[in-house]
């Protein structure tokens, strides 16, 4: 069973970046495809980014393409995710999340395909 702590939250100007962070403990990272999610203030969870337990296939939602990067190192048992360009509508708990099995490209893009989570880290940019 996979742990997950995030980290690396914080409070950030429009146009600004942040890299949060994914520590996964008690299990093997490389076992797992990894996801980025997050939850605004009054909204449901949305799904962000995604990695496959390779590293070889990611996925980002349409509002973050080119400006958020998702990538993972299995020897660090850590998944990133790099943010730049930062805008005020990106504020938001974000939550990493690990699915077990699919093949080595596989991507999950629903919550429902994640069975462990972690807390979440708040990402607030201000205008």
């Known amino acids: 069973q996979a742990q997950l702590v995030e980290s690396g939250g914080g409070l950030v100007q429009a146009g600004g970046f942040l890299r949060i962070s994914c520590a996964a403990s008690g299990s093997t990272l490389s076992r797992y495809a990894m996801g980025w999610f997050r939850q605004a203030p009054g909204k449901e969870r949305e799904f962000v980014a995604a990695?496959?337990?390779?590293?070889?296939?990611?996925y980002y939602q349409d509002s973050v393409k080119g400006r958020f990067t998702i990538s993972r190192d299995n020897t660090k048992s850590t998944v990133y995710l790099q943010m730049n360009s930062l805008k005020p509508e990106d504020t938001a708990v974000y939550y990493c999340a690990a699915a077990i099995g699919g093949s080595a490209n596989w991507i999950g893009k629903w919550p429902d395909n994640y069975d462990y989570w972690g807390q979440g880290t708040q990402v607030t940019v201000s205008s």
């Open positions: 990695i496959s337990r390779s590293g070889g296939s990611t």
